[in-house]
Antibody, heavy 124, light 106 residues
Framework: QVHLQEWGAGLLKPSQNLSLTCAVYGGSFSGYYWTWIRQSPGKGLEWIGEIDDSGNTNYSPSLKSRLTISVDTPKNQFSLNLTSVTAADTAVYYC??????????????????WGQGILVTVSS | DIQMTQSPSSLSASVGDSVTITCRASHNVHSYLNWYSQRPGEAPSLLIYAASTLQRGVPSRFGASGSGTDFSLTIRNLQADDIGTYFCQQSYSSPYTFGQGTKLEI
């Protein structure tokens, strides 16, 4: 049974950088696109981006200019860095694991495991 | 981005009732559609994947159908424990988008 745990700074001031890490316990770390998702009252659930154990990434276009997702495979961890935050970045941030089946462009996936979430508040 | 629209945004029902939540995609997502439930203060939890397949451990009172742009989630014989918010999510095209949620009160 895989378990995901997020940690990082929970209170930031505008213009600071948001940095979170997710550790994966149990199960395999390779073969998945480890994902960050956030949830705010205003925008609901928002997919942020993903990374595999080789460092291949896929980012949301709306966040791409400020976003870096990195991976530390030996530690089974991946991280999120979002620069120049504003109040609009206030949200609960989740890490999640997508699983699925298929191959190539016919790959159906879903998020079967989630971290407990970490609240990040941006306020002056 | 593919926009996912759920209806209703909230509903109230009684124990034993059946309820249906609908989800409409702005583009054809085939069967790349998942449903999650979320209790207050918790992370979302997978209910249904690939439009109609029940996640292991989810009661058979939950069912879903649809393909293309129109999908539905039905909960039969509502239990008090079903309270929470339900979300659909498309995994057809990145960025993988979610519906705005349907809050279920019992």
């Amino acid at each position: 049974q895989v378990h995901l745990q997020e940690w990082g700074a929970g209170l930031l001031k505008p213009s600071q950088n948001l940095s979170l890490t997710c550790a994966v316990y149990g199960g395999s770390f390779s073969g998945y696109y480890w994902t960050w998702i956030r949830q705010s009252p205003g925008k609901g659930l928002e997919w942020i981006g993903e990374i595999d154990d080789s460092g291949n990434t896929n980012y949301s276009p709306s966040l791409k200019s400020r976003l870096t997702i990195s991976v530390d495979t030996p530690k089974n961890q991946f991280s999120l860095n979002l620069t120049s935050v504003t109040a609009a970045d206030t949200a609960v941030y989740y890490c999640a694991r997508p699983v699925g089946y298929g191959s190539g462009s016919y790959y159906i996936s879903w998020f079967d495991s989630w971290g407990q979430g970490i609240l990040v508040t941006v306020s002056s | 981005d593919i926009q996912m629209t759920q209806s209703p945004s909230s509903l109230s029902a009684s124990v034993g009732d059946s309820v249906t939540i609908t989800c409409r995609a702005s583009h054809n997502v085939h069967s790349y559609l998942n449903w999650y439930s979320q209790r207050p203060g918790e992370a979302p939890s997978l209910l249904i994947y690939a439009a109609s397949t029940l996640q292991r451990g989810v009661p058979s009172r939950f069912g879903a159908s649809g393909s293309g742009t129109d999908f539905s989630l039905t909960i039969r014989n509502l239990q008090a424990d079903d309270i929470g918010t339900y979300f659909c999510q498309q995994s057809y095209s990145s960025p993988y988008t979610f519906g705005q949620g349907t809050k279920l009160e019992i």
